[in-house]
Each structure stands twice: as structure tokens, then as C-alpha cells.
């Protein structure tokens, strides 16, 4: 005890460990960055509406109703962000399970990332709350609902924060300088990996599965039994085009942090993971066309929705996916990463039209979000980002680990 | 590599865990009990559109006088503080009317879909809310066909409303209230094995009078609340457009095959990563 101790003040310039983390809560660098000037107000908004919402109910500040019960925080910041977020289950199958160590470096702000995502957007789930103060029912198990799809996604999101957790729990040992508990805890990866990948294939699709009962409301271009399926498959491009577009910000904003090495091997990664994305997008382009001719769904391809359809398809996966294709082979990362944010936005098309969109289209009057619900969308976004540049500035996790890490 | 085969075990532990936490896949019919389902049987050709039922629906969940009087073509739905509206329908056969309110599915996609069982199919056949366990996700409003639960949008403390069936009334001993006081016996409480007979009969005997269809007997797998009606039932505002099957047995496939992935995905991904360690050796080399 006394051992570990040492080794904790030693590490922090001879500073005791509350100071250290006290010291470490205060900002660091200037103030007044353009991304502070919007986001701070942005979040001051945020907070108030978000009282607002608990004092006077949801109906204060969105536009759900009775047939559109789920709106912009379950479509978009739940259901889009976690497939998002999915880039730190592809990530970690290449470098732990395939053994592809060209992409270590990026591992651990990915798996950051993942986390985060998790955390803030799972978390405005408990916003969308009626209810929130039983929100530990499923958990405790006043009611085990274990027919619900939900059911399986809410332990799966729990469980897979907790595994998360433990993946980059060494960059948080290493940042302490505890030692012996980075010993235990990067024992612990392998396992929080392969627990974790599974835990993602079933909450990926699972996320669509909950929409299977939804048979008569979604619109049948974008229903279909296989929805768990592609939310799945979407979700690898999905994931890996955000550590594409991630990547090409952090590695602006934290150029000091990252090693030589390391941004060396940035474009050869870059170029790797778009030619995943590609492969990738091309079964989930086949799957779709799959689909499409089973469901003979011709006449409806002459509406508005069809056309829709069609945009979504055509230009935003196929469209997207041949640009990867080409930028890889040309060797041009810029278009690599307009590619990724092609996917991206195609992506978030995808999630909107089953979720929101396509849900309930023939209905006389639309949900359309009000801006009060951008907001607190956006002021999660960006609460979320000030948490990660928070940890980046402070945490072993672009730039290299401690020197007694690696030594035996 | 000790490390690795001893995490693997803990991984298999917890996979044990969630099959026995899986195990009770589906929302099958309640078959361990005996009792049978009860249900209700409405009749629209004896409708008289008085609205009774409504206002003792009100008196008897503490709930607002209905609002707004019947007028042909004019859709009421039912909301946060009506759980039952009768409407006027301008069908092909003249006015007529139709009482919609909860249809007490047999296999409810609320139930289903509820992750902490507040929606809740007793063995009686109603279907209830249970405040004490609602987290208030309105996945049992997303999932229903029939829209039916509704949610108080502007409440700090919000519940979800819908007929159930007057439940508490059923425990005394007495019939729903709307049953109880319909003046045109157009309402009949009873087994849903008996009601289905007697609709049978009803059509069986006035075969000029009905459309050859009890609506519930098998949509959505088959409801509590069954009509008959002498104009066809999309005229009266009816999806008849709905499964036949169960509204959970859409996602039943995707729940079953959760069990598979957790015992496959881990033995699959210890297997891959022992298949491509000799990858990192090389690479090892490499550098």
C-alpha cells in the first residue's frame, strides 16, 4: 500500500494525489478558442431547457405525440450515435483478435471515443425518459422484461460501458501512475474485447430490431425482417468513418501529442480503414438491393419516398463506397475523407428515415423536431467533445504511454 | 496466455448468465394457467352512438368528462384523459357507429416490448399498467398497431393511459363499466371462447345483417375486443390490413438467436485471435 503510494507521488512531480487530480480539473491552454465561444452558450442553453423538460414534462420543449413517440434524442443521438461509436468494436477486433498492429495507435482514442459516445449518448436516453427514476427496473429486476428487445439493448449498453471501461482503463493507470493496477487491468483486455465485440453484434442490430414490431408503420422501403442485419453491417462503416473523420481532427487539434512514428503511419491507417469501409459498404450495398427485389417494392421506387430511396442508395452508399475506392487507389487522403463524411451523413440518413423519417410518413400532420430539441442535442455533442479533449490533454491516449510502462 | 484462459472463463461465466437471463424468450400465451382469456364483444349494428360508455369509462378511472358530441365523419381519438371514443362513421350502409379503445391482444406487442413487464397482460386477459415499474420509454406506444397507449407529454410525473379493461372491477367480481352500463347491449363481457361463438351465431342468423368478419378474432394474432359490424371494417377506420400472426413474433427470431451469438462470437474470436498470432510475430520481426 505504502509501495503504491510512493510510486503515485513520485510520478506526479512530488504532488499528493488529491492535488494532483484537483490540479488536474482546471483547464488547460487559453480560453476563448472559436469552438469555446460557440459551444459554451450552446450548453448553458442546453442545461436550462433541459430543467425545463423535467419540470414541465416532454411535451415542453419537443414536438413527439401520441403516434411519434420517439423523435430526434432516440433517432439521432441514441440510434445514430451508437452506430457511430461503433469504430471502437471494429477497432479493436483488427488490433486484439486479427493481430493488425498497423493500427495500434489509434486504438486507445478510439476506444475513448466509443466510450464517450456511450456514455452521453445512451446518457440523453435518460432525458427522453418519462420516467427516469426507474430506469434501474430492468437492472434490479422490478420487472425483467426479457421478451424486449430494449431489454437486451439496455443491459448490452451497460455492460458494454463497463468493457469499454476496462480497455482503456491503462491509459487512466498510466495517467495516475498506479502501477501494479495498469498491471491488472491490461490483463483484463483481452477479455473486455472479446466480451465487448460480442456484446456489439447483438446491440448494433439490436438497435434495428427494435423496430421489427414497427411493421406497419415504417415505410416498407425501409422495413424489412433483416433491419437487425443492416444495422449491423452499417454500423462497421459507420464506426470506422468516424475514426477516419475523428482522426483528421485530432490529429490538427493534438498535433503536439502525437509521436513522429505515429503520424507517419497516419496515412498509411487512414488508407487501410477506407478500403474496409469500402468492402464493407459494398455487402451492405448487395444486402440492400437483397432486400429490395425480395420485398418487390417496384412501384414504390416512382414516389417521393422512392426517391428518397434512391438518394440514400445511390448517393450516399454507392456513391461514398467508389470514392473510397478511387481516393484509396489515387493515394488522396482529402478524398478519403470526404468520403468518410459521405458515409457518415448517409448513415445518419439511414438511422433518421427508419426511426424518424420513413416512421408513421403517411401520417396527416409530421413530427418535425423543434430547435429546443437541436439544441439539447447539439449541447450533448458538445459536452461530450469537451470531455474528450479534457482526457486527451491529460491521459497517455495519442500521445506515447509513460516510460515505466514499458519497462519489465 | 494463463491470463488469457482464465479471462475466457470469466467470459463464459457471464455469456451463462445471460442465457439464463434469456431463457424466457417470446411473449407465448400464458398456457400454464387454465384460466381463460376474457374479452369483450362489441356489436357497431347495435350502437346507438349515446356516448354512455365514454362517461362511465371517465367516472370510473377518476377520469375528465368526455369532450366533443358524435358527428358523422368526425375522427376523436382517444388521448392521454379518454381512453375510450365512439365515432360516427359515413359508411356504404349509412351512419355507423364504432367504439375503439385498447383491443387486449392475446400476444400484445406492448407487453413484449416493455423491458420492465409495467405493460402486462394478466392471466385474465386484460392488459395493465403498472406505474411502479414504467420507466416512461414509450417503446410499448412505438410497437402497438393499434396506437392505443398514450402518454401525458405535459407531466413532470407522466403515465401512460389506456383501457384495462377495468381490471380492478374484474377482481370484485363485476364487469367493465362500459359493459356494465351500455343501454343498447351493444357491449357483452365474457370468455373470449364464448364471445367469438355468439358473434358467430349473431352472423350465422342474420347473415343480411353482418359482414362475415369478427374483427380481432385473428388480427394481430387475435384480441380481447371483438366487433361485428355490417359494413366492412375499413370503413369504420379498422387497419384490416394487419398480420394475422402476433405482433412479437416479429422479433422473436432476432431474441433467439442472441443465446447463439453469446456462446459462438467469444469461442470464434478466441479462436481467430490464436489463429493470427503468427501474424504478429512477423511483424514483430519487422521492425
Known amino acids: 500500500m505504502n509501495n ?5 507521488t513520485m510520478d506526479n512531480d512530488g504532488k499528493s494525489t488529491w492535488r494532483f487530480l484537483l490540479g488536474e480539473l482546471k483547464p488547460k491552454g487559453k480560453w476563448l478558442t472559436p469552438f469555446n465561444i460557440i459551444s459554451i452558450p450552446i450548453m448553458l442553453l442546453g442545461l436550462v431547457l433541459i430543467i425545463v423538460r423535467f419540470w414541465k414534462g416532454l411535451g415542453s420543449i419537443t414536438n413527439l405525440t401520441q403516434e411519434v413517440p ?15 461509436a461503433g469504430g471502437a468494436y471494429v477497432l479493436t477486433f483488427m488490433v486484439y483478435i486479427m493481430n493488425m498492429q498497423k493500427y495500434h495507435s489509434i486504438v486507445r482514442i478510439t476506444v475513448l471515443n466509443g466510450f464517450l459516445a456511450y456514455v452521453f449518448y445512451a446518457g440523453a436516453l435518460l432525458l427522453d425518459l418519462g420516467r427516469p427514476w426507474n430506469v434501474i427496473n430492468p437492472i434490479i429486476g422490478n420487472g425483467f422484461g426479457t421478451s424486449s428487445v430494449l431489454f437486451l439493448v439496455a443491459w448490452h449498453f451497460l455492460l458494454y460501458m463497463v468493457a469499454q471501461l476496462i480497455e482503456f482503463s491503462p491509459a487512466i493507470a498510466e495517467w495516475l501512475g498506479a502501477r501494479r493496477a495498469r498491471k491488472i487491468l491490461s490483463g483484463m483486455t483481452i477479455a473486455a474485447v472479446i466480451f465487448g465485440i460480442t456484446l456489439s453484434t447483438l446491440h448494433q442490430s439490436g438497435l434495428g430490431a427494435l423496430y421489427l414490431m414497427c411493421k406497419d408503420k415504417i415505410h416498407p422501403l425501409w422495413y424489412s425482417e433483416f433491419i437487425p442485419v443492416m444495422f449491423f453491417v452499417s454500423s462497421i462503416f459507420a464506426g470506422l468513418s468516424m475514426v477516419i473523420f475523428e482522426g483528421s481532427i485530432s490529429h490538427k487539434v493534438f498535433f503536439d501529442q502525437i509521436s513522429e512514428k505515429n503520424h507517419k503511419a497516419h496515412n498509411s491507417i487512414v488508407r487501410g480503414l477506407s478500403k474496409i469501409c ?16 425480395h420485398g418487390k417494392h417496384w412501384d414504390l421506387l416512382n414516389t417521393p419516398m422512392g426517391y428518397w430511396y434512391l438518394l440514400e442508395m445511390f448517393g450516399f452508399v454507392l456513391l461514398p ?12 487522403i482529402m478524398l478519403i475523407r470526404v468520403a468518410a463524411i459521405m458515409t457518415m451523413l448517409g448513415v445518419i440518413l439511414n438511422r433518421l428515415n427508419v426511426t424518424v423519417i420513413g416512421f408513421k410518413w403517411a401520417e396527416a400532420i409530421r413530427y418535425v423536431p423543434t430547435w429546443m430539441e437541436f439544441t439539447v442535442t447539439l449541447a450533448v455533442i458538445f459536452t461530450e467533445i469537451w470531455i474528450f479533449r479534457w482526457v486527451i ?13 514499458n519497462e519489465k | 496466455m494463463a491470463v488469457n484462459r482464465r479471462s475466457f ?9 445471460s442465457l439464463a437471463l434469456g431463457k424466457e424468450l417470446g411473449a407465448a400465451p400464458r398456457s400454464k394457467s387454465n384460466v381463460e382469456f376474457s374479452g369483450i364483444l362489441y356489436d357497431s349494428t347495435r350502437c346507438a352512438g349515446c356516448q354512455t360508455c365514454e362517461s362511465a369509462c371517465a367516472e370510473a378511472n377518476g377520469l ?44 400484445p406487442a406492448c407487453t413484449a416490448a416493455c423491458l420492465t413487464q409495467a405493460m402486462y397482460k394478466t392471466e385474465e386477459g386484460a392488459v395493465i399498467w403498472r406505474g411502479d415499474k414504467c420507466m416512461g420509454c414509450r417503446y410499448c406506444m412505438v410497437s402497438c398497431p393499434f396506437d392505443i397507449p398514450k402518454f401525458e407529454y405535459h407531466s413532470a410525473n407522466p403515465k401512460i393511459e389506456k383501457c384495462n379493461m377495468c381490471f380492478t372491477r374484474l377482481s370484485d367480481g363485476k364487469v367493465p363499466a362500459c359493459v356494465e352500463n351500455c343501454p343498447a347491449e351493444a357491449l357483452i363481457f365474457g370468455k373470449r371462447r364464448d364471445l367469438i361463438k355468439e358473434a358467430r351465431k349473431r352472423i350465422n342468423d342474420n347473415p343480411d345483417q353482418y359482414v362475415d368478419h369478427i374483427y380481432g378474432e385473428h388480427e ?9 359490424s355490417a359494413v366492412p371494417f375499413n370503413e369504420l377506420g379498422f387497419n384490416t390490413t394487419l398480420q394475422t400472426e402476433s405482433y412479437p413474433a416479429l422479433s422473436k427470431g432476432f431474441l433467439y438467436s442472441v443465446p447463439t451469438i453469446f456462446v459462438l462470437w467469444p469461442a470464434m474470436l478466441l479462436g481467430l485471435r490464436e489463429a493470427t498470432k503468427n501474424n504478429q510475430n512477423n511483424q514483430d520481426e519487422h521492425e
Open chain 1, 4 to 8: 503504491s503510494e510512493q510510486t503515485i
Open chain 1, 70 to 84: 420517439w423523435g430526434l434524442w432516440i433517432g439521432f443521438d441514441v440510434v445514430t450515435g451508437v452506430a457511430f
Open chain 1, 278 to 293: 469500402a468492402v464493407t459498404m459494398f455487402a451492405y450495398f448487395f444486402l440492400q438491393i437483397l432486400v429490395f427485389v
Open chain 1, 321 to 332: 463506397m467508389s470514392l473510397f475506392i478511387y481516393s484509396f487507389r489515387r493515394n488522396n
Open chain 1, 393 to 405: 490533454n491529460r491521459m497517455p491516449v495519442l500521445r506515447e504511454p509513460p516510460a515505466w510502462v
Open chain 2, 9 to 17: 472463463f470469466k467470459v463464459l461465466g457471464v455469456t451463462g448468465a
Open chain 2, 64 to 107: 375528465p368528462e368526455p369532450v366533443g358530441t358524435i358527428e358523422a365523419g368526425v375522427i376523436r381519438k382517444t388521448d392521454e384523459s379518454h381512453r375510450t371514443v365512439v365515432n360516427a362513421y359515413n359508411s356504404t350502409k349509412g351512419e355507423v357507429y364504432a367504439k375503439k379503445q385498447c383491443m387486449h391482444c392475446n400476444e
Open chain 2, 220 to 228: 394481430a394474432g387475435g384480441t380481447g375486443f371483438l366487433y361485428l
